[in-house]
Each structure stands twice: as structure tokens, then as C-alpha cells.
């Protein structure tokens, strides 16, 4: 599979961050493959579909697609009137950039588990972020010395206020301050997923109770600790079945199972299906 790597020859700053349209990407490109970095696709013009991971989205006019860092896809776009701009980033950059080491975490379109990749806006609201997309672009290409300036706050602006439409949209509420647990929380899920399993292993982390933390998550993301900690696992399990070309053996055992039939379990108890009969359905898609 391949993995694209994020390019800035084209910048005349030395930023890991990029406006593209149709003509510098390619969402024709049929074949599985992933990014180092994110993707948030304004689709203006789109018919089509795009598989993440193992979601199908249907792509259609005036909608917006989120994708995070190695996350495996798929076009299936149809050619005719495709017209859109992509912003991709790197994280740590964008991390970096706006001083805030959980800032992509924070954006709930993000690493997100339980609600779709997609959000559609208005004719208006497309208008504008398409009208945002430009200014950035510009300043890239036609570098000042505010550039960087005008940049952090143009693409600041633009992503709060689409994080504030996805929430909105899923019932979900945007965080409140900078010691929020249950951001904190999701940011440790994705560093440590696959040695530890327990929620008590986060607790410790975070130098919290299991209630202080349950309290956070369920406020923040609908769901208690227990069962994004789950959502997680089980995206992972499902990744490595589906991508690694390894045996449920040994994915097991790079998540720490103690043996096989554990992980089976598991992966039973949420899909309601074995391992060989989630593949088998897989290709009948």
C-alpha cells in the first residue's frame, strides 16, 4: 500500500501545511492508500464515494470530507464537474503552530469514532471557506513577512469554525479549556492503544479518578471512557485484520493480548461477528 508523503516544494514558506485543488491531487485514484498527513477535502462539485479505513461516506456537492494522518482510503469519484480544494497539514506542525499539543485532537472531526467523516454546508458556507482556502494559498505561494501571521489566524478561524458546524451537526460538545480530560484522554488513546487496554492504565496517566474521567468523556464525546476506549481498540483490530497481512495471531500479539482467543472475544462481543467472518463480509461490499 502506498503511503504519500506530505511535499512543501511548492510554498515559498517552509510550512508542512497546503491548500491543493484538482488539479495537484488526485481523488481518481482508485487504489487503497494513506498520508503522513491530514486532509480536510471542501468538495464545491463531487459525486462519489471515498472508503476511510472501513466506512463507506457518499461524496456529493457542497461537502466536506475529514480525514486524519495514515488513515487508509479509497476514491471512487466520478470525473465529470469534480471540482474541490483540499487543506492537508502535517499534526505536529499544526500542533506547533498554534502552541496547543492537542489542538487536532480538540477539532472532533479528527480521530473520530463514532459519527461520519463528512459534513455538508450551504452554498454560502462553501462559498466562504472556499473564500478562506484562497487567502491561505495566496500567502503561501506570495510570501510577506506577516505571512505566518495572517496564515495562523485565517486557518485558526476557519477550522474552529467548522469544528463548531460538526459539533453542532453531531450533538457534540466543543471543549471547554485547556486541562479538558477527556481531549487528554483521546490524545493517550492514540499513543498507547495498543499496550494498554484498561481504563484504570489511563487514569493513572492523567493523575485522575475513574469518575472525574467517565465524568469528562461522557460530556465531551456522548459515550463513557469505557466505550471510546472499546471504539478505539476495535478500529485498531480492524486496521491490522484488514491492512497488516498478518494472522490474528499475531496481531494479538502487537496488542498485548496474552493470547488469541482474547482478542477474538472481544472483537466478537462488539461486531457480533468472528475475525474470518468480518473479512469475508468485507469483500462482498
Known sequence: ?????????????????????QDTVNYLQTDV????YFEVAFFTKAEGKVSINDKTIDIHDN?????SAFQKRAWRMKHK???????????????????DKFF?????????????????????????FNEFLAEIKTELVQTKKDSVHIIRSILYYLLQSINRRYAAANNLLIEKDDKNYAVQFK????????KKKNIEDYTILLNISRITLNKAVKEQYNVTATELLKQRLLAEIKDRLVYSNK?????SFDLNYAEPGHMMRFFK??????TSEYLESLSTI
Open 269 to 274: 462481543m462488539q461486531t457480533g461477528m468472528t
Open 63 to 67: 461537502s466536506i470530507v475529514f480525514i
Open 81 to 99: 464537474e469534480l471540482e474541490f480544494k483540499t487543506l492537508i497539514f502535517r499534526e505536529d506542525f499544526l500542533n506547533e503552530f498554534f502552541a
Open 1 to 21: 500500500m502506498q503511503t504519500i508523503n506530505f511535499h512543501k516544494t511548492e510554498c515559498g514558506v517552509d510550512f508542512f501545511i497546503n491548500i491543493l485543488n
Open 104 to 128: 487536532t485532537h480538540k477539532m472532533l472531526f479528527f480521530y473520530q469514532l463514532n459519527h461520519e467523516l463528512i459534513l455538508d454546508v450551504s452554498d454560502s458556507e462553501m462559498v466562504r
Open 187 to 194: 490524545s493517550l488513546l492514540e499513543e498507547h492503544i495498543c
Open 33 to 36: 492508500h494513506n498520508t503522513d
Open 247 to 251: 494472522t490474528v495471531s499475531e496481531i
